[in-house]
């Protein structure tokens, strides 16, 4: 089968594309599925950078990707509630035990996989596991967000911001974001209730007494968060773990957040998306065998929304 796959850490040159790699073996626990769409994510390319080598040393050749819609082809011993044919969509990133998901096969924890929301493309479904999952992970089981609380969401045109923007309306939240200036009109759109340009205007010196941020940015725009909120209030940070210092300064809850893709949150994630409250949105499609550029474009394009590849369409 054919996979983007590296055999040493690096930029988008370092990518190759496979044409003879071995089908992935199937074991317990696991789904076999034909992939027709991978998503594209920040993780993707830190992994083909070598971020994580400390934490996840990967085996030479690696192949890279993790978000996937398709079908399942074989399903493993000890699974249960799939069966051949089913659309499915998950997580399944060869640091997370799946083998993978740039690649015309992969196989995927069944307990990161669930069936795909239907009113949907796969295009779209792959587009959304690991963003939309943060995003429900953070705002419905961290933050608990409901009518007329206010968030700060950082990065809101981003593929997590975009996701957040509407699960937070739709739980009656009021919503300010930052975003750069050509990406006001899309967040409005999303339903943000005001939009700062962050390039431009100082979020922290305009937000005061807020519930909640949730910050899908790091770094300076971190720290500046804290101001924003409430005594009592909460930050969730996909980047940064809690220091104590601005904890007790401040008088807030931190938490700093890893992901877990399950199936009762991407099952949840379809319901919403089958309801029409999410609306997944895809910036750009390319072929699995330009991987290395749909990473570079993740990476250095300013997307609005989501990168996918398409690999069976
Ligand atoms: N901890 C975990 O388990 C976990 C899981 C998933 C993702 N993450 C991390 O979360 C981050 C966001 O992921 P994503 O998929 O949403 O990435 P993304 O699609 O690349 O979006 C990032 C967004 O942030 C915006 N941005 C950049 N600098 C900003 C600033 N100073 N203020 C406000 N917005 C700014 C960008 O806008 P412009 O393009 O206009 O600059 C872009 O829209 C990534 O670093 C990713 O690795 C962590």
Redesign the pocket.
């Known amino acids: 089968m054919k996979a983007a796959q590296i055999n040493k850490y690096g930029g988008s040159e370092v990518v190759e594309i496979n044409k003879n790699a071995p089908k992935p073996n199937l074991s317990r626990g696991h789904l076999l599925v034909e992939v027709y769409a991978a998503g594209v994510?920040?993780?993707d390319w830190?992994i083909r950078e070598g971020y994580m080598r400390q934490m996840v040393p990967l085996q030479f050749p690696a192949t890279l990707g993790g978000d996937f819609s398709g079908v399942v082809e074989e399903v493993g011993d000890g699974v249960s509630g799939f069966k051949k044919g089913d659309e499915v969509y998950g997580q399944a990133s060869i640091t997370r035990g799946g083998s993978g998901s740039f690649a015309e096969f992969v196989s995927a924890d069944a307990k990161s996989t669930a069936h795909k929301p239907k009113s949907i493309g796969h295009v779209e479904a792959a587009a959304l596991p690991?963003?939309g999952v943060?995003a429900w992970q953070a705002l419905v089981e961290h933050i608990g967000i409901s009518r007329g609380k206010k968030i700060l969401i950082?990065?809101g045109?981003?593929?997590?911001?975009s996701i957040a923007i509407q699960i937070a309306k739709y739980l009656g939240a009021y919503v300010a974001t930052?975003?750069?200036a050509r990406?006001i009109p899309y967040v409005k759109e999303l339903g943000a209730d005001e939009a700062i340009d962050?390039k431009n205007q100082s979020f922290d010196e305009m937000l005061h007494d807020y519930d909640a941020v949730y910050d899908?940015?790091g770094g300076e725009?971190y720290v500046k968060s804290f101001k924003v909120l409430k005594r009592g209030g909460i930050i969730v940070s996909?980047?940064e773990q809690p220091r104590s210092e601005l904890v007790e300064r401040y008088g807030v809850k931190a938490i700093g957040?890893?992901?877990q893709v399950t199936s009762e949150r991407l099952s949840k994630l379809a319901e919403l998306v089958d309801k029409r409250v999410i609306k997944v949105y895809v910036d750009r499609t390319f072929p699995l065998e330009q991987a290395g550029e749909a990473l570079e474009y993740?990476q250095k394009g300013?997307?609005r929304g989501k990168v996918v590849l398409k690999i069976k369409t």
């Open positions: 994510n920040p993780v830190k690991l963003t943060s950082h990065g045109a981003g593929g997590i911001g930052t975003v750069s990406d962050y899908t940015v725009t996909m980047l957040q890893f992901t993740q300013h997307p």
